[in-house]
Structure formats: C-alpha cells, structure tokens
C-alpha cells in the first residue's frame, strides 16, 4: 500500500475575526439572558395569578373573581418571543 498525499489546495483559507467572534457571542448571550428574565417575570405572574384563582375558588367563590381574561393572548405572544 502506498500513502498518497493530496495536492495542495488553491484556496487558501483566511483566519478568522475573533474580535467580531467574541462580539456576536457576547450578543447573543446578552439576548438570552433578557428572554430568560423575561420569562421568570412571566412565569411569577402566572403563579401569582394561578395562586389567586385557587384562593377564590378554595373560599366558595365569595370573594371578587380573578381576572383572567387575556391570558390566551399574552400567552401567545409568549410564544412570539420564544421563537
């Protein structure tokens, strides 16, 4: 058997820009770092309000209901923002 050793590529390949590497990547993290709050604000309100509507319906429903009203709505952009 015999090694056969290519022939030497025509494209020389340039090295890459790590200062703008390093950019995007703090960028990025930067962005996922404010979807991420924005969902624990999003997933507190949810508790708070899921807590609230228990409350009310654990006491006979006597005390004003809950708005819940909008929720499928806000869920939804939600969605926009996770994608």
Same mark, same amino acid.
């Given at each position: 058997?015999?090694?056969? =050793?290519? +022939? $030497?590529? *025509?494209? =020389?390949?340039?090295? +890459? ?6 950019? !995007?990547?703090?960028? =990025? ?6 979807? %991420?709050?924005?969902?624990?604000? !999003? !997933? ?6 899921? &807590? &609230?509507? $228990? &409350? /009310?319906? &654990?006491?006979? %429903?006597? /005390?004003? +209901?809950? +708005? *819940?009203? %909008?929720?499928?709505? $806000? ?9």
């Amino acid at each position: 058997m015999e090694t056969v =050793i290519p +022939p $030497k590529p *025509t494209k =020389i390949l340039t090295a +890459p820009d790590e200062k703008t590497f390093h950019l !995007k990547r703090d960028d =990025i993290e930067k962005k996922i770092k404010e979807v %991420g709050s924005i969902l624990d604000e !999003k !997933k507190t309100q949810f508790e708070d309000t899921l &807590a &609230a509507k $228990k &409350a /009310s319906l &654990a006491s006979g %429903g006597d /005390s004003a +209901p809950v +708005p *819940t009203k %909008g929720l499928t709505e $806000k869920f939804n952009q939600m969605k926009v923002l996770k994608a």
